[in-house]
């Protein structure tokens, strides 16, 4: 346990030694599918589980995302009749002609976190991601059902490359921790799906006020008055 922690630790200080300022989306929503390759009852072998994983990443700065994920992987599990812990010994639910029996499954994860991206390219921004929470798993076979919670970690990186300024793909992958029945189990994950981007809006820019002069003041002398043409008077001729 504390081993992993450091990891984590570890991982998360060598991405944010690195990363550097890029543009970002202020929130991102991702879903996408998810594969899991996990031993939930400790039967020796890992078995595959398909299913879903979706999350909600808010950047809290250019290299800190905080992350809640939520998922279910469903899959069959083959035990063996000899040792069919946690369910009761065979018969009479499980075969006796066989040396195995079939157990549906369904795993789930509650996790939260960090991502550490690195943004020098808007196109492919890589990241490692470190989650805790609740980790479930359940087996039901016949009439009987079986099920366990317990911690949960995820441990690992991804990258989103960017389709356009609101769609990426993204691709992860994990190591992921569970604990069932008191005891630990070390399972496999991958997922890949898309991402919805959400920049907010933008801000509008103010122009500084033009101050303008104000006009002059009208002048209070009279204007000058222009005579009237006079014409000269006409000569009266003597009389005759």
């Not at 569970?178 to 070390?186: G, I, L, R, S």
């Not at 002048?219 to 222009?226: H, Q, Y």
Request: net charge positive.
């Amino acid at each position: 346990m504390k081993k992993s922690l450091a990891l984590a630790g570890l991982v998360l200080f060598a991405a944010s030694m690195f990363a550097q300022e890029q543009p970002m989306p202020r929130v991102e929503l991702y879903g996408g599918f998810s594969q899991a390759m996990a031993d939930p009852f400790q039967a020796g072998t890992r078995d595959s589980f398909r299913g879903w994983n979706a999350a909600f990443d808010l950047n809290a700065a250019k290299w800190l995302s905080l992350v809640v994920e939520v998922g279910g992987n469903y899959g069959t599990v083959k035990l063996p009749v000899a040792v069919p812990t946690p369910f009761p010994p065979c018969p009479p639910f499980c075969p006796t002609s066989t040396d195995t029996f079939n157990v549906d499954t369904k795993l789930g994860t509650y996790l939260f976190g960090v991502h550490v991206p690195y943004r020098k390219s808007e196109r492919f921004v890589p990241y490692a991601s470190a989650l805790i929470g609740k980790a479930t798993g359940t087996g039901e076979v016949d009439r009987f059902k079986e099920t366990s919670s317990g911690f949960g970690m995820a441990l690992g990186g991804g990258v989103d490359v960017g389709l356009t300024k609101r769609l990426a793909w993204r691709f992860q992958a994990d190591y992921l921790r569970t604990d069932f029945y008191k005891q630990p189990q070390d399972n496999y994950r991958f997922q890949t799906g898309i991402v919805l981007r959400f920049t907010g809006g933008k801000k509008k820019k103010r122009y500084p006020e033009i101050e303008t002069e104000p006009p002059a003041p009208a002048s209070t002398a009279p204007e000058p008055t222009t005579p009237p043409p006079t014409t000269p008077p006409e000569e009266k001729k003597p009389d005759q």
